[in-house]
């Protein structure tokens, strides 16, 4: 058996493993990973393994750099990093059958902790393909067979279990996780409770994708598209943040209000997250049982935040009146703040005193006063950040004018808040993709019975509401040098960009048939294929369904290891004990000489072993009859061989 090409393709799978691991787990670390594995394999090259001194050493420094580099302040990437140095160090040791048969049970687990961090088809094709490749390491492990065959004999095996797989995840019953691990990709869900200018603008250095749209259709969706996720009611001066009131109100639905048409439909596939909010343009409702509908018009995750969600969308607007109470809580600022801002807005709202001419004046101010749109804005360390940014900066992003221009309607008295979420999207057929990069911040001021959408970005950079963040000609130098390294950075390259695309396609598919598929999903399948009946011919087509599946793995198996000649299921038998035994035979070589083979490895049963023989010679080579009585000898003798220490 070849063992250095054991440990050549084991080192392989777990590089593969950390370059799949690359963004989540410090790179720093990943480095360590990767070089201890080639370190493997220069060991190999000249026979030698770690001894238990230097291997203890070698360890006790990379535990060090991994509380370093990785922290303890995220326990999933800390166990994840700790299984890896860990298992990495056991293939640093392995000599024997055994150790690489441990590595292989340890690299299932090392391969699962990937789907903590990734679902996507790409990132399940590649790590299926190092299942299968574990698996053959495994089976060349286990038999005398070549890898090749090994090889073949994996990729077969995963083959069938492919129409098992696909019946359970379509008729297995869906059931809650009975608990999950605490909030995987909390640095990616994007959006705070807290409006800081500066926190949207570091979403722009992040391609990842936040969530899809599915046009009904009949229902084209028009730009701009402001998806909205967060209400943020009060301002402590330097942020907006979301009271305590308003999270006590979030499930009060019992405001009377009236619905104005046209409705517009659609369906949403959100990312994992570990927050619960949602998307959807306007005053929003969903039908999901997973989907909660607040009364401020937006949804809400229910249950299982850390993966897929897809939920039908209705959105339209509404008018009601605002209660006292509210008309004081979306008119508060704190006293004395900003007194330049407010003298301005003084003079505005004398000259323009209806809320409608407020809105047009205040749009005016920002289109002619030299504002400009950038993603690397000035800090502002002033105590009169607002006052700062409408005199002497006048150049921001959305958080700047959302913030600045919430504080100038409520300056005048009128309610304001700011909402956060996304603008825009970009198109692919009648799919919607919005990404981090598309974080966005607005206004919504309150009048005529109704919360009005004002941002500031319409007339300092009205190119920005018809797409993408990405479609942004005007930033696009500085969009690209911002964003992280991915296919999108280089997407001006019409090759690359084709590429991006039909991955994102591939994904989309993927994505809104095997990921989405939930609860809901699955009662809605049954439903169609069986009606009112679902209840009880459910259960009945899973059992039939399995009791096929075992029936007819039994029958192939009974097929499977027999043989019409004598003698070759216990010479088989044989074979196996020896593997145990770590008695290395020869395929080629005949039954007699690895029966030799063993006697020399093994003494202490090498008389029972002589017996054996003696009956192989005589059924197989002299042709007399391997009768009952044989027969029973022979088992008798497997018995004792086995059992012998």
Partial sequence: MNLSLINAVLSF?????????????????????????????????????????????????????????????????????????????????????????TVCLLVFFNLSTVYLFYQGILETFIVSLLYIINFAVLGYLSSPKSFKAANKQSITTVLLALPVSVFLILFLPKLPAFWQLPGPKLAKTGLSEQVDPFAIAKLAESDDLVFRVEEHPNSTLQAPYYWRSLIHDAFDGQQWLVSDILKTQQFNDNRSVNIEEPKVEYNVIAEPSSSNWLFALGFATSSHNNVASTYNGLLKRKGNLNKNIKYAVQSTQVSYSLTPFEQRLYTQLPVESNPKTRELVNNLANKNTTAQSYFNALLGYFNTQQFSYTLTPTPMLNKNTIDQFVFENKSGFCGHYASTAAFMFRAAGYPARVVSGYLGAERQGTTLNIYQYDAHAWVEVFYDERWHVFDATEVVAPERLNGSLSEFQALSERFNDNLNFGLKRWSHLKAINWLRIKLEELDYKWTNWVLTFDEQSQQNLFKALFGNNAFWLTPLVIMVTLALCFTSYFLYSKRLPRSSEPLVFELMQLYRWAEKQQIHYDETNTPLQNIALMKRSKPTVASKLAKFEQIFIEVRYQQQAFNQNRKKQVRLLLNSIKTAK
């Fill in 13 to 101: 799978v777990f590089i593969a493993i950390s370059g799949l691991l690359f963004s989540e787990i410090p790179s720093s670390f990943l480095f360590i990973l990767v070089g201890l594995s080639f370190f493997n394999l220069v060991l190999d090259r000249f026979y030698k393994k770690l001894t238990a001194l230097m291997a203890n050493i070698l360890a006790a420094l990379c535990l060090i750099a991994l509380f370093v580099t990785v922290g303890i302040s995220d326990t999933v990437k800390l166990f994840v990093s700790m299984m890896l140095l860990a298992s990495t160090f056991k293939l640093l040791q392995a000599k024997a059958v055994k150790h690489y048969q």
